[in-house]
């Protein structure tokens, strides 16, 4: 079985994919990106924490001990970390995001719940999504995941990554951290199955200026399971990688 195949093959989401899939090759392929390919990286890893953060509300300058302050410095430490953990994903997706969120979630959760799955039916929600899944629905759905992860597909690699980014987002399976995780989780599977090797594009820059709202109808969208709705939010999803590789 081939459950992300049926829906890439869509044409309204074949179309939506293929156009982010050439904005982002047209970065890949440009001179100045190849000749600095290192600096393009880190500011690609600074600039996608810095918009993640701030979807979450934390939309600040600096690193501090404010609140805000402290989410901005927990995403910076994630996207940092996305790089070491790309080879990781593609053979056991789930070790790499208990690694990440280990290091994510670092004085917001008591030390034995970082990088585990919650227990309980609490979890951060910065969004106000609402509707948070039984932890133990949640648990399944995320077995689920990494076990269709490591099934071959025919569906891109951004069919793939929005999918992964909308099921954490949904199910929120850790108690604090899993918009940020989501948001990383676009950037592993982009990386992993080869759309973005080097990591130089800022998917987040999409997601943060399609806005906060246009967000969470997509997810929310998503979350009701349908055909149509999750095809929606993998279209949202691609313009946003497409708005991702054009600021580059």
């Given at each position: 079985m081939d459950p992300f195949a049926a829906l890439a093959a869509r044409s309204d989401v074949a179309e939506s994919v293929q156009t982010a899939r050439d904005a982002i090759d047209a970065v890949l392929w440009r001179r100045d990106v190849r000749g600095e390919a290192a600096q393009f990286a880190t500011a690609s890893r600074e600039?996608?924490?810095?918009?993640?953060?701030?979807?979450?509300?934390a939309d600040v300058v600096e690193v501090d001990a404010s609140p805000m302050g402290r989410v901005l410095?927990?995403?910076?430490?994630l996207t940092a970390a996305v790089p070491t953990q790309v080879d990781v994903f593609a053979q056991a997706p789930l070790q790499a995001?208990?690694?990440?969120?280990?290091?994510?979630?670092?004085?917001?959760v008591p030390e034995s719940e970082l990088g585990r799955p919650r227990a309980g039916e609490v979890a951060d929600d910065p969004l106000t999504l609402g509707s948070l899944p039984p932890a133990?629905?949640?648990?399944?759905?995320?077995?689920?995941?990494?076990?269709?992860?490591g099934r071959p597909t025919r569906a891109p690699a951004?069919?793939?990554?929005?999918?992964?980014?909308?099921?954490?987002a949904?199910?929120?399976?850790?108690?604090?951290?899993?918009?940020?995780?989501?948001?990383?989780?676009?950037?592993l599977v982009l990386a992993s199955r080869g759309v973005d090797p080097s990591l130089f594009t800022v998917p987040e820059r999409g997601f943060w200026e399609a806005g906060r709202p246009s967000y969470v109808r997509a997810?929310?969208?998503?979350?009701?399971?349908?055909?149509?709705?999750?095809a929606a939010f993998i279209r949202w999803h691609a313009d946003a990688c497409a708005t991702g590789a054009l600021t580059v």
């Amino acid at each position: 079985m081939d459950p992300f195949a049926a829906l890439a093959a869509r044409s309204d989401v074949a179309e939506s994919v293929q156009t982010a899939r050439d904005a982002i090759d047209a970065v890949l392929w440009r001179r100045d990106v190849r000749g600095e390919a290192a600096q393009f990286a880190t500011a690609s890893r600074e600039r996608g924490a810095r918009d993640s953060a701030a979807i979450d509300g934390a939309d600040v300058v600096e690193v501090d001990a404010s609140p805000m302050g402290r989410v901005l410095e927990a995403a910076l430490r994630l996207t940092a970390a996305v790089p070491t953990q790309v080879d990781v994903f593609a053979q056991a997706p789930l070790q790499a995001l208990a690694h990440l969120h280990a290091l994510t979630a670092v004085g917001f959760v008591p030390e034995s719940e970082l990088g585990r799955p919650r227990a309980g039916e609490v979890a951060d929600d910065p969004l106000t999504l609402g509707s948070l899944p039984p932890a133990r629905a949640a648990a399944d759905r995320l077995a689920l995941l990494a076990d269709v992860l490591g099934r071959p597909t025919r569906a891109p690699a951004l069919v793939v990554a929005a999918l992964v980014h909308a099921e954490l987002a949904v199910l929120r399976p850790f108690t604090w951290g899993s918009g940020l995780l989501a948001r990383a989780g676009t950037r592993l599977v982009l990386a992993s199955r080869g759309v973005d090797p080097s990591l130089f594009t800022v998917p987040e820059r999409g997601f943060w200026e399609a806005g906060r709202p246009s967000y969470v109808r997509a997810l929310r969208g998503y979350a009701t399971g349908t055909p149509d709705g999750v095809a929606a939010f993998i279209r949202w999803h691609a313009d946003a990688c497409a708005t991702g590789a054009l600021t580059v």
